[in-house]
Nanobody
């Protein structure tokens, strides 16, 4: 079992930046491939980014490629999502997630956080 807690959400103007954090407790953090997802009102949850156990491989949705950066610090049991050049369409609840599968591709995750709201005003 692993427990995930997100932080760092908030209100930002279009073009601004935010950094989300996700801190894990429980089993060894480095055992998990980590990801970020988001869900906007009235829409299905969608994949945003993923990072491999050691941090050497990342994978992004086309909609955020070049603007968002996923990273992790295994010593701190924390993953991050640096979001730059934010757009109103990035407004959503952002969730971190963990899976035991090695591949960064694929959207089946085993554990989920409660989510943090990101609102981008125009």
């Amino acid at each position: 079992q692993v427990q995930l807690v997100e932080s760092g959400g908030g209100l930002v103007q279009a073009g601004g930046s935010l950094r989300l954090s996700c801190t894990a407790s429980g089993r060894t953090f480095s055992s998990y491939t980590m990801g970020w997802f988001r869900q906007a009102p009235g829409k299905e949850r969608e994949f945003v980014a993923a990072i491999s156990r050691g941090g050497g491989t990342t994978y992004y949705a086309d909609s955020v490629k070049g603007r968002f950066t996923i990273s992790r610090d295994n010593a701190k049991n924390t993953e991050y999502l640096q979001m730059n050049t934010l757009k109103p369409e990035d407004t959503a609840v952002y969730y971190c997630a963990a899976k035991t599968l090695i591949s960064v591709v694929g959207t089946h995750y085993d554990y989920w956080g409660q989510g943090t709201q990101v609102t981008v005003s125009s």
